[in-house]
């Protein structure tokens, strides 16, 4: 079955550093891959898609890579800041119109 | 434009009861999803609607029941609701496919003794 893993442990990182946050995943292939931000005790925000033909995507200090060789995918947020601490979600196509296979998540805790 | 709403934002269940959780987008979109959270795992796909009057089962559909009631209405029902339902529950909508920008409402949490 498909499998998608997070750092299941939090990431600290010191303002102004670059974040970096992985999603590595095992028995598919995607055509597709997104970020979300979610903030405690609320919903998920889309933050970025990547296609399986684009090897990196960016948006103002995010940025993220795909290598469908290694099954994985980068996130990165440069000059990191305390309000972008959040957790962060990968979400995978798996070749249905309705369905994403989504990651547990990795809490980032930027300390000023 | 509230985007996606759900309610109620929290409740308590004893084991047996039933209850609807209600959503509602007013972006216009096709499709709607009901996801459950639990601490440790990804979201699970509990049930969507590609369109107003179908649904489909997703990932982890036993126990639950939904409607759509209309292109701006979906809602999740627990006829007899178990402790495993405890969880976070998130309606999202998206203007047609999965692999599309999803659109969260703020989730309810339903606790179940």
């Known amino acids: 079955s498909q499998k998608i893993e997070q750092n299941s442990e939090a990431l600290n990182i010191q303002e102004g550093k670059t974040a970096t946050l992985t999603c590595n995943y095992t028995n598919y292939s995607p055509a597709y891959l997104q970020w979300y931000r979610q903030d405690p005790g609320r919903g998920p925000v889309f933050l970025l898609l990547i296609r399986e033909n684009e090897k990196e995507k960016r948006k103002e200090r995010l940025k993220v890579t795909f290598d469908t060789t290694l099954k994985q995918s980068l996130f990165h947020i440069t000059a990191s800041q305390p309000a972008d601490s959040a957790t962060y979600l990968c979400a995978l196509d798996v070749g249905s119109n309705y369905q994403l296979i989504w990651g547990a998540g990795t809490k980032l805790i930027i300390k000023p | 434009n509230a985007g996606v709403t759900q309610t109620p934002k929290f409740q308590v269940l004893k084991t047996g009861q039933s209850m609807t959780l209600q959503c509602a987008q007013d972006m216009n979109h096709n499709s709607m999803y009901w996801y459950r959270q639990d601490p440790g795992m990804g979201l699970r796909l509990i049930y969507y609607s590609a369109s107003e009057g179908t649904t489909d089962k997703g990932e982890v559909p036993n126990g639950y029941n939904v409607s759509r009631l209309n292109k701006r209405e979906f809602s999740l029902r627990l006829e007899s609701a178990a402790p495993s339902q405890t969880s976070v529950y998130f309606c999202?909508?998206?203007?047609?496919?999965?692999?599309?920008?999803?659109?969260f409402g703020p989730g309810t949490r339903l606790l179940v003794l």
């Open positions: 999202a909508s998206t203007l047609d496919r999965a692999q599309e920008t999803q659109y």
